[in-house]
């Protein structure tokens, strides 16, 4: 299959220009587009076949659910049953924008969609690009991450391209992702509103609406214990990870730095390719290493944005090891550290 990279520009979107993606979609195809929070690989929520395709374009496991996005709140009830009040102010507050419900599911929504559950995920993306897609085509479009399974999810029109080229029809490219990490998900199923996942919505705004909120531990867990099974399926897996190994430093700065300093002066004598994951504040300190900076320590949406750029980065330059620091937890940090974390195979040292 040849896959078509679409250039759009979101302040002269028009209607025309998506009309070919969004027969694309009404016939079972995929297409890939931006949203705010990464890449998504689209299809029809609607039609097995099509989910079955993402799972198998992506390589993704069956039983991980997907992302429904939907463009105006009156599609909740058309998906979704016993909506909870709660989520009526959730999606008052912070739709369109990048967080995921977790709901009862409608008979309507397939099982191969929802990865067998009887409940879906439902997201109101604010990207113009996709709130444009999802109403010209006229459907409910599912979209996990735009990525190969397990790798670093997309920020840009080119990762997809690296990970699905002859997999999909076609690829609409909007530039860079202004979030860069996946949706908050909250799952309004138990007796407590839980998050799921972190993302660019914190515990503290959800707070605001929602003071009872409260993690699911997987969140939270910093070292490989099975004993903590995460309960959105896809947060179980090896996730967001870069070919090389990489190990991650948490202590005060210098010590980390100093850390980081005798791992890669070890590996690099061993003849082995090595990447430092660093910041502004640090970067300087590693001379003569393949280091990369990922922003301002103090700036934590910064670091999301260029997070998985940056991890995509090490498989480019062929890195056989990677040490890097660890972030803030405030904000957005905390979605930051649960991704790398995750790409680190929980390998965190402490120092
Ligand atoms: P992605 O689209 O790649 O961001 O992945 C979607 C995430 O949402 C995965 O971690 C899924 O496990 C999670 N998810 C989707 N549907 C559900 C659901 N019904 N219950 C719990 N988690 C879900
Ligand atoms: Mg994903």
């Keep these: 299959m040849v896959t078509r990279m679409v250039e759009l520009c979101r302040d002269s979107l028009t209607e025309e220009q998506l009309m070919e993606a969004a027969a694309l979609l009404r016939a079972g195809e ?23 395709k993402i799972y198998a374009a992506k390589g993704r496991p069956s039983d991980n659910p997907l992302i429904v996005h939907i463009a105006d709140t009156a599609a909740l009830p058309v998906l979704a049953r016993d909506i909870p009040e709660s989520a009526m102010l959730l999606a008052k507050r912070f739709w369109p924008g990048p967080m995921t419900l977790i709901l009862k599911k409608q008979d309507i929504v397939p099982k191969e969609t929802t990865g067998g559950l009887d409940t879906v995920a439902i997201r109101m993306p604010s990207d113009p690009i996709a709130a444009m897609l999802i109403r010209v085509s006229g459907l409910y479009i599912a979209a996990p991450s735009a990525n190969a399974s397990g790798r670093p999810s997309t920020t840009k029109a080119q990762h997809v391209y690296e990970d699905l080229n002859g997999r999909i029809p076609m690829i609409l490219d909007g530039g860079s992702s202004a979030i860069g990490l996946e949706s908050t998900i909250i799952d309004l199923t138990g007796e407590k509103p839980m998050i799921l996942r972190p993302g660019y919505i914190s515990i503290e705004d959800v707070k605001e609406i929602l003071p009872d909120v409260l993690y699911d531990p997987a969140v939270l867990k910093r070292e490989r214990n099975d004993t903590i099974v995460a309960k959105a399926p896809g947060m179980k897996y090896r996730h967001y990870a870069p070919k090389g190994e990489l190990t991650i430093f948490e202590g005060a700065l210098s010590d980390v730095v100093e850390a980081v300093r005798a791992h890669a002066l070890e590996k690099v004598n061993q003849g082995c390719c090595v990447a430092i994951l660093a910041s502004e504040e640090t970067k300087d300190s590693y001379e003569g290493y393949n280091v990369y900076s990922v922003g301002d320590r103090e700036d934590e949406a910064g670091i999301a944005a260029r997070l998985f750029d940056t991890l995509r980065e090490f498989d480019r330059m062929g890195a056989d090891y990677i040490f890097g620091e660890c972030f803030n937890t405030e904000g957005v940090g905390q979605a930051v550290m649960n991704r790398l974390v995750k790409a680190a195979g929980y390998h965190i040292e402490t120092v």
Excluded: I, R
Aim: glycine share 18%; proline share 9%; no cysteine.
């Design 30 to 52: 995929l297409v890939a587009f931006p949203t705010e929070t990464v890449y998504g690989l689209g299809g029809n929520a609607l039609d097995p076949g099509a989910s079955a």
